[in-house]
């Protein structure tokens, strides 16, 4: 479970931040930004209890963040198992 966002963040980035989505900070913070930009690039974000968000737009200069988890509830194939060699 997360729980808990930052209440005094700090810095010039803490700082901007508190102007665009005010002074308590989500427990799950995302920037906005998909790489590659392609129509099925996308975050999924599940089950994380009562855990606030927001996505603060870094990618379109901040004009539109949003605190609307629900274009994030989604899921993706799982990864590839990765195997370790032993030494």
Known sequence: MITGGGNAPGGRIGHDLQSVLGKTM???????????????????????????????????????PSRDLKPHDCSLPPLPAVALNSM
Not at 36 to 61: H, L, M, V
């Open 26 to 64: 989500p427990a799950i913070l995302y920037d906005g930004v998909l790489r590659p930009k392609s129509a099925d690039a996308k975050i999924c974000i599940q089950n994380n209890g009562e855990a606030t968000f927001a996505n603060y737009d870094a990618a379109n200069g901040f004009k539109h």
